[in-house]
């Protein structure tokens, strides 16, 4: 027994016992009755409990939720002041003081250390939304002085904290406040050109020269995720049509067996000796193929046997050579019983090989049904999309003529 197998039986023992140990101590144990239960502090939530009451008379379940731990009126005062000090220092955000507010501030809607829940109300929707955000309506009336209230809440109790905010205009850097110069001489030359033909871009702004060029847009990042996509497309073609080749050459040995044994019986039966008939057989297929310019797999691997008998590799060792190419148990298991024919004679060797032409009649039967059967397949879309092409040319008509 391989280590893999003593390690999962081993677990499944230990699992076992521990699961029987427990049993076993819940059914036989006495439990102590529990008097006292621990709730969830402030702001963790109500937990579901699940306990058995026992009477004299019996027992049944309860289920019931447990209510989480309230505050004190003094932790309450404490609370709400640790709740404010924090929204001091985060509902700013990024911005450097409530005189000087340039960006979107933060509002949350809860602290859930605490257990509160906030509600934002702003003096003005105009300036403030109640996300945070700072309009750009505020932007361009600034500067402008509003108010933010935040309402901190536990329960039925509140606390409103109020907070005044100005909020001025982003300082701008000058390449930006050029770019938007730029951009207003644009606007003002296309209204004074708006009957041309041409627009003339401006030449200067201010005491600044304007050189202008169509933006180039560069095409290696795209030459290099098309290219790797095509070459791992190419990889995977590639792969597949080998993988198909593969499969065709397989199906295609398979067709051919039940043939080369029927003929090698036949001519080997008559008196031919292994070698002439295999010389025969390949002397009629060359020419078949000359005349049909097709190949099949089955007799161009015995042509391959033939020519290594001819470049004087023994013919024993090319028989075997040729069921080992061909790889299917059908073509090894001739290529034994051709060597034995060799090695004994004919001997008790015409039964095996007629044994061997009704196993190939079956296989090719076999073959036969297979492909019958992946023939079927393959037309099931292409009958599929004729029905919808036949229920279109019936329904279509008669839906138009149909009066509403």
Known sequence: MDKRKKWLIGGFIVVGSVTALLWFKGRTGANEP??????????AGD?????EVRTEDGSFPVNFL?????????????????????????????????????GDLYFPTQIEELGLTVHWETESYRWIRTDGTVTEEAEEAAPLTTKVRA????????????????IICP???????FQENVLQTLEIQQTEQAAEEDFTLPERVGDV??????????????????????V??????????????????EDELKQDYPEIVYRLVLLIGSGMTVRAAWEKMISDYQCWRENTGKSRWGYEEMEMALREMNYGIPELKAYESF???????????????LIQQVKRGAKGMNQLLIQEVAEAEVLRRENARKSAEEAGTRLIIPMIVLMMVVFAVLMIPAFLSMSF
């Open 232 to 249: 791992i497309l190419l990889y995977f073609s590639q792969e597949e049509k080998h993988i198909h080749q593969i499969k065709h050459r």
């Open 34 to 43: 529990i008097r006292v239960l621990e709730k969830n502090p402030p702001g």
């Open 209 to 230: 020269t304007l050189d202008w060029y169509d933006k180039d847009v560069p095409i290696w990042p795209r030459l290099f995720v098309f290219g790797n996509l095509c």
């Open 323 to 337: 069921g080992k190419r061909c790889g299917t148990q059908g073509y090894i298991r001739l290529s034994s019983l």
């Open 66 to 102: 447990l209510r989480e731990r309230r505050y004190t009126e003094e932790e309450l005062d404490q609370v709400f002041e640790q709740g404010k000090e924090w929204l001091d220092k985060v509902w700013l955000a990024d911005n450097m003081s409530a005189e000087n507010v340039t």
């Open 151 to 166: 309402v901190l809440r536990y329960g039925t109790e509140e606390r409103l904290v109020e907070y005044p905010v100005t």
């Open 171 to 177: 300082e701008k850097d000058e390449k930006t406040i």
């Open 47 to 51: 937990s579901q409990i699940h306990m």
